[in-house]
């Protein structure tokens, strides 16, 4: 499966899976800290342009995307 992150506000990727492993790993410290600061994480990680957009990476997996278009396009074409 093709997984990767991407901002939710800038729209920035992560597609590394050595990136997204560490990531992974480093999400409960950084679920930790949003809950410390009184919000609720968004995301697993903050984006790396965070300073500007104020985004968290969201995980999302390719191939759901691609799946779920291709149903649409059935639904469309029938
Ligand atoms: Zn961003």
Redesign the pocket.
Known sequence: MAKKLV?D????ELTDKYDIDLALEGKEAWEETVRASGAEPRGILP????V????EMKLVDDSMVVRCRQWLMNLFNQ
């Not at 984006?47 to 965070?50: D, I």
């Not at 500007?52 to 985004?55: A, E, L, P, T, V």
């Open positions: 901002c506000r800038c729209g920035a984006c790396e342009h965070f500007r957009c104020n985004g």
